[in-house]
């Protein structure tokens, strides 16, 4: 059984706390909460009640007593349309007081709430998505959030999921805030909070430890003799590490290696910077669907993978089946209900991108989110992802084939549906090689132990995993650079991670720049230097030995590619090698 998704939120001390502005627009009627009619499939037996309130700000409060946990917390849920537009760029203020009053958490008699800002139509895009821990105290909720989608009034709405356990809950003082561009975001009061996993002693961070030294490392024994074969004492032996086995990287644009930004400034930090953090890309669009079929884009696609492959930066390929109309070529839905036609239509893109790009990309993503992006299975059957695989393995037998999915852990069901794809699959004999997990996660992330818990699950399946997508939005940067880390570690510490690529790194090229490693201005955010500390830190070998007695070094290090440089009697020799986690022996003779 998985760890429950708990996120924790305390009270920051007022005086720790900027001022909320005067001036934010109210985006829901002041008595939404007690007006608002009860929604879903388990509300029969829901009791809903106000109730006075003392020794508070507010003088009322909602009551709502679940006598029986349902499904899915979405079976029991308040859902307020907004009153105004919102636009891009907009800095929303949510906020919402609860405590428990009951819980069948028989330990911590805690509730649980989830509360989100999202599209008020398929396919319920969120701007707002967070599920939190209610403790018997009133617990202050305070999330500002910048809005990177344009909604028209009514368009958008909050909703308050109520049935994650058996429960009594009482809610106060809900307000959704819009301040436009008048303020900055990150100036908004924040509530202090903590994702699962967060605190310096939490448990895991030992188990994490002790797998990556089982599973990231290698033993190194070097034995250094003369031209007779004598051992050479007190040699000075440097191994340097030059290359991480493990892949780390980040999506690319390819307008920064062709066209008119790519001889800017710019473009020459984006590519030097790429060059020192990362050993695989990935194509942000130029090679989705819709933009391969452009010829103007193949000049684009051209020159990133073949600086990329100047410069020993493998490629992911992203992606060859977009299932929604509006990330295939516009000619799709004119065949949708002509299976045939269609087939053969999907099937020659797939020969033609993956021949296409023979010995320039290791990788190629299959099907992407094909859990919400189904308008390409209006007639055709789930199976058909079979076929797809198998006509990527025709066009390059040598490379990865990946099922990506969205799967931050906080979609309802999305791992059951993502396992019963990816079992499909193998069942049917595809040539799959991988599971990528797209890891775009907002405000809190998830708890730790709850990632690790997913990592397992489909770890058993036999296939490879790989986090394709990861960024993380929040207002507070210290957080984002905690979460970077421990997510980061915790998927470094399963076995079968292969790969974590961030969805962008530079703020200046960036589809949510506050996400982003580096501001536009080139300075390194914290999470950017939390994820350099440990790449290039924590994780990576540096050692300066001396051999022994009998000329010999044993050490451990990371996996990967080395330089050994040699000083004895004067003399200077270098040695490369590539530690595998079969170890590496090598006996070198000094001249």
């Known amino acids: 059984m998985f760890p429950m998704l708990l996120l924790v939120s305390t009270l920051v001390h007022a005086q720790d706390k900027p001022v909320l502005p005067d001036n934010g627009t109210a985006m829901i009627p002041v008595d939404a909460l007690f007006v608002s ?21 507010f003088d009322k409060a909602l009551r709502v007593s679940i006598p029986v946990k349902p499904q899915w917390d979405r079976d029991i849920q308040l859902n307020i349309p907004t009153t105004l537009p919102i636009a891009d760029g907009d800095a929303l203020y949510l906020e919402l007081w609860a405590r428990t009053l009951s819980s069948d958490d028989a330990q911590n008699q805690m509730g649980e709430i989830r509360l989100v800002l999202e599209q008020n139509f398929k396919p319920w895009k969120k701007i707002i998505w967070m599920k939190q821990e209610v403790g018997k105290q009133w617990t202050h909720f305070q999330i500002p959030v910048l809005s990177r989608m344009v909604l028209d009034t009514g368009k958008a709405k909050v909703a308050l999921r109520l049935g994650g356990r058996q429960q009594v809950l009482e809610l106060a003082g809900l307000r959704l805030l819009n301040f436009g561009k008048t303020v900055d975001v990150k100036t908004l009061p924040h509530s202090d ?8 002693d939490s448990p895991w961070r030992a188990e994490a430890e002790k797998r990556i ?36 990287g980040s999506v690319y644009n390819t307008r920064w290696f062709h066209g008119k930004n790519s001889v800017t400034a710019d473009a020459a930090k984006y590519k030097q910077t790429f060059k020192e953090l990362f050993n695989i890309g990935v194509d942000e669009g130029a090679m989705k669907w819709t933009a391969w079929e452009n010829p103007k884009a193949w000049a684009g696609i051209n020159a990133s993978l073949d600086w990329m492959k100047q410069n020993n930066i493998d490629v992911r390929g992203h992606c060859l089946v977009w299932g929604s109309f509006l990330r295939m070529p516009k000619d799709i839905p004119s065949i949708i209900d002509k299976p045939d036609v269609l087939k053969r239509r999907i099937i020659d893109h797939i020969h033609d991108a993956v021949g296409a790009t023979r010995g320039k990309v290791i990788t190629w993503d299959v099907v992407n989110e094909p859990q919400s992006h189904t308008d390409v299975f209006k007639n055709l059957d789930d199976e058909v992802m079979v076929d797809w695989f198998k006509a990527a393995h025709e066009a390059n037998p040598t490379i990865g084939l990946t099922l990506n999915e969205t799967t931050t852990g906080s979609m309802d069901g999305g791992m059951d549906r993502f396992e019963k794809h990816a079992r499909m699959l193998m069942a049917k004999g595809a040539p799959i090689t991988s599971l990528g997990f797209q890891s775009h996660f907002s405000q809190l992330g998830m708890p730790i132990p709850k990632v690790y818990a997913i990592l397992e699950r489909f770890g058993k399946l036999g296939l490879d995993l790989e986090i394709t997508e990861f ?70 070998t540096d050692q300066k030995l001396s051999t022994d007695s009998q000329g010999s070094i044993q050490t451990r290090g990371f996996l990967g590619d080395y330089t050994l440089t040699i000083k004895a009697d004067g003399k200077t020799m270098t040695r490369t090698l590539r530690l595998g986690s079969e170890g590496s022996t090598l006996k070198i003779v000094m001249p």
């Open 193 to 200: 909070l903590n994702y699962m996993g967060m605190a310096p």
């Open 213 to 248: 030294e089982q599973y990231r490392k290698g033993d190194l024994a070097i034995k250094l003799v003369d031209l007779s074969g004598k051992p050479i004492t007190n040699a000075q032996v440097h191994v340097q590490m030059t290359r991480h086995a493990f892949s780390f």
């Open 471 to 540: 960024d993380y939005s929040g207002v507070d940067e210290n957080m984002q650079a905690a979460f970077t880390r421990d997510y980061m570690t915790i998927c470094f510490s399963h076995p079968k991670v292969t790969s974590f690529l961030h969805w962008g790194f530079w703020a200046g090229s960036h589809w949510r720049p506050d996400r982003a490693l580096f501001n536009k201005d080139w300075t390194i955010k914290p999470n950017g230097q939390a994820y350099k500390d440990l790449v290039f830190g924590k994780w990576w």
């Open 37 to 57: 009619p009860l929604e879903g499939a388990a509300i029969k037996s829901v009791i809903k009640s106000q109730v006075p309130v003392k020794d508070m700000h």
